[in-house]
Each structure stands twice: as C-alpha cells, then as structure tokens.
C-alpha cells in the first residue's frame, strides 16, 4: 500500500535541504557584477519557506510534536550531571512515557481531522495503531515439547 507523504515531512526536508544546501550554493554562486553572495543572505529565503501557510491539521499537529519536545527538552536537562542510579533511570523511563504519549496524542489528532475531512480508511488505520499502541497483544508463551532426555531408550514403537 502506498503511503501519501505529509506535507509537515515535505516542508521540513525541504527547508533541511535548503538549510544545508543553499550557504554551500550561496558561497559558489557569483551575483551581478562578479561579487559572491553571501551565505548568510540565502537563509532568511530558507525561513520564509518555513513559515509557508499551513492547514489547521498542520500546525496542529506541529503544537503536539512541540509540546512533546519542550516536555522531554526539560526532562533531559534535570537529568543532566545525575549519576546512574533509581533517580536517573526513573526520569530515562518518564522520557519514554513522555514520547510514547506525544506519539499517541500526534495519532489521535490525526485521527481526528481525518474524521472531519471524512477520510474513514486513514482515521481507522490511524486508530488501529493507537490501540496497538495502548494494547499490545498479549506474548504468548513457547509450547514445551517433551522429548526423551539424551541417552534414554525410546519406548512404543520407537526404535532400540
């Protein structure tokens, strides 16, 4: 099945591209008159792709990945100069959480303009991993099979 490519994605690794090409283009490029372009002049470009306008759903979602980000970015900083121990391992495993539940509320958002535009076959799908997510299945344990320990005589049938 094919997947449609967000537009949030396209933005973002086109201004990454553009970021990281453009100072290297910039440099090389002469301007009228023989003079090089300076780097730095190519970048307000760059942000003005950034800031291109976006739908709702779009920003949005941004302020979920955002909200996520800035919790964590708190998180890491007062784990910062912690030695390994329970206080360490405690704020590693709230980073988790933290993640897991931007990860659901970015799903669930999803979800929920999926609705509103009417597309039910991406909100199902989208709802689907959200309760994968929130209920794995259970991990069923290996069957045990009995075999005859080494060195033992089989019996019924089998052979001496």
């Known amino acids: 099945m094919a997947h449609a490519i967000s537009p949030i994605r396209t933005m973002t690794a ?29 970048v307000p470009a760059v942000q003005d792709l950034a800031r291109a306008p976006r739908t709702p759903e779009d920003l949005a979602l941004a302020d979920v990945r955002n909200a996520t980000q800035a919790r964590v970015a708190e998180l890491l900083v007062s784990m910062k100069g912690l030695q390994d121990g329970p206080a360490l391992r405690a704020l590693q ?14 799903l669930r958002t999803k979800a929920q303009f999926a609705r509103q535009r009417g597309d039910l076959g991406a909100a199902q799908l989208l709802e689907a991993r959200i309760l994968a997510i929130t209920n794995p299945p259970a991990r069923r344990a290996p069957a045990l099979v009995s075999r005859p320990a080494p060195g033992a005589t089989p019996t019924e049938g089998g052979r001496p």
């Open 14 to 42: 086109l201004a990454l591209a553009a970021v990281l090409v453009a100072p290297a283009l910039a440099a090389e490029a002469p301007q009228a008159g023989g003079a090089r372009l300076d780097a730095k002049a190519a």
């Open 93 to 106: 495993l709230k980073v988790v959480e933290l993640k897991r539940e931007g990860d659901l509320q970015f």
